[in-house]
């Protein structure tokens, strides 16, 4: 860019840049229970716990030891947390930056990827505001391409990516779709440039090879310590079991949701798309192909929640990002209004800096709220289970959760139990009579099952807190 060396800043600009646009969502006790389910059972790992025995989730481990790390450095404490997140955004806007410039040899290009990424994970709460998996996976990702895809590589850039997409697939396992893209396309150009055998021996099996090394030791450990089949069960079968039947009208809808809620970039990517700009011209071609594969493993499994899809947020910046390619037919009309892009990109960041800290600071704290009332009825010792409300609860008492079934939804929605194989009769027994809770919390028009069951006859309701929280005193012994 011109006089000023701003590529010479770029990765604590963009750092920078999620920060400000992230920090109003530093301050709220609960931005997304997913988190909160992270934040407790990485606290849990600081302590001692084992996961998959003493605390279970869907998720593989990778994402509770990044929060156990964050709640080390933050000593316990939620916003060193969602700094992380923001810290995490930023390096992946850096990391697009320097893929999208290595692929085009432009630097507007990789400005344009790195800061459309961190722009898409910012605008709406379920879309990337709210901390989840997929925003601490795609720095890994994206870093693996990066490694892979540039020119002068060796043996030791395809281990360094197969290592990467290994550590991002325990965060989450549908990075396996990144991996395949990355590899099919390496194929590709091994196959194009007549040497096939090389890409096959020296690229691709010890980046695949690599890969698989994170899961293997975490089974490994798991193993070691007799719990082997533990993992296979949460792993694989678990895993297996929640795909659902969700109408294919439905998908389509939510995808077509998609690039309508971020219709510029989705116009930006189809102008520049037939542009050939770039230093490969199978470059747009291979990034729509990441992107329906992408597309193709939010879609499959059926369960519709904003979050997954910002794994297609990735490519769609890379290809939003080419439209300010200098070389385009239309790009020389930009060059000489490059502050008036400098200006828009600062109007936006601090509209939603500001909005975002209104947006989650404006409104009653209804977490902190009910848990400053429980602290006035709670003696000391008293144990409480916050039922199916916000489990964030738990770390306002600095209480431990009664069940390792941390995540609010678990014992009450019946695909959950079903899928995880939950006894439910022997977890209301150890909650209410095991860990023998004196307090119990149930929310809204609750859904019922033997545990609620349980709750009401076992417990009085004795008051109604902040927004629908039903607080349960146990009356009745258990000895």
């Known amino acids: 860019m011109d006089r000023f060396a701003w590529a010479k800043y770029a990765f604590p600009l963009f750092l920078l840049l999620a920060v400000v646009i992230r920090w109003g969502t530093f301050f709220p006790s609960v931005l997304d229970h997913d988190e909160t389910t992270y934040f407790l059972i990485g606290k849990g790992l600081l302590e001692g716990q084992t996961y998959l025995v003493d605390t279970i989730d869907t998720k593989p481990i990778g994402i509770f030891l990044i929060y156990a790390f964050f709640a080390w450095l933050g000593s316990g404490t939620l916003w060193v947390a969602r700094l992380g997140a923001a810290l995490a955004v930023g390096l992946s806007g850096w990391l697009l930056y320097r893929l999208g410039r290595q692929q085009t040899r432009s630097t507007a290009v990789g400005w344009g990827a790195g800061i459309s990424y961190v722009l898409l994970v910012s605008i709406f709460s379920r879309y990337g505001v709210s901390p989840n998996t997929e925003l601490f996976f795609v720095p890994f990702t994206v870093g693996a391409f990066v490694l892979a895809l540039r020119s002068n590589v060796g043996v030791l850039h395809f281990t360094g990516a197969g290592l990467l997409l290994g550590l991002a697939f325990v965060i989450k396992y549908v990075v396996a779709a990144d991996a395949f893209a990355l590899g099919v396309y390496l194929l590709y150009l091994g196959w194009k440039n007549g040497h096939l055998s090389r890409t096959i021996f020296r690229q691709c099996l010890p980046m695949t090879v690599v890969f698989f090394l994170p899961l293997v030791a975490t089974y490994g450990w798991y193993a070691s310590h007799g719990l ?28 077509g949701k998609f690039f309508g809620r971020f219709l510029p970039f989705t116009v930006f990517a189809v102008l520049a798309f037939r542009d050939r700009v770039d230093v490969r011209a199978s470059w747009p071609v291979f990034l729509l192909f990441w992107l329906v594969c992408t597309t193709i493993m939010t879609l499959v499994p059926g369960t519709l929640f904003g979050h997954y899809q910002i794994q297609m947020m990735v490519p769609l910046a890379l290809l939003a990002g080419r439209w300010f390619h200098a070389a385009r037919p239309s790009g020389r009309w930009k060059r000489p209004r490059l502050a008036f892009w400098r200006g828009l990109v600062l109007f936006v960041t601090l509209g939603l800096s500001i909005g975002l800290y209104l947006a989650n600071n404006r409104k009653p704290d209804v977490p902190r709220l009910v848990a400053a009332e429980l602290q006035t009825r709670m003696q000391p010792g008293q144990q409480l289970y916050s039922g199916n409300c916000q489990h964030v609860l738990y770390h306002l008492l600095a209480q431990a959760p009664p069940t390792p079934y941390v995540h609010s939804s678990l014992l009450f929605f019946p695909h959950h139990i079903e899928n995880l194989g939950i006894d439910l009769d022997a977890e209301t027994d150890r909650i209410l009579h095991q860990e023998r809770v004196d307090f119990a919390l149930l929310c809204w028009d609750y859904p019922r099952n033997a545990l ?8 009085v309701l004795v008051d109604t807190l902040q927004s629908g929280y039903y607080l349960w005193q146990r009356v009745t012994k258990t000895d």
């Open 452 to 459: 609620t069951d349980a709750i009401e006859r076992e417990f």
């Open 228 to 255: 082997g089949e533990t993992f296979w069960f949460y792993t694989f079968e678990v895993a297996g079991r929640y795909p659902t039947d969700t109408p294919w009208s439905e998908r389509w809808f939510f995808l």
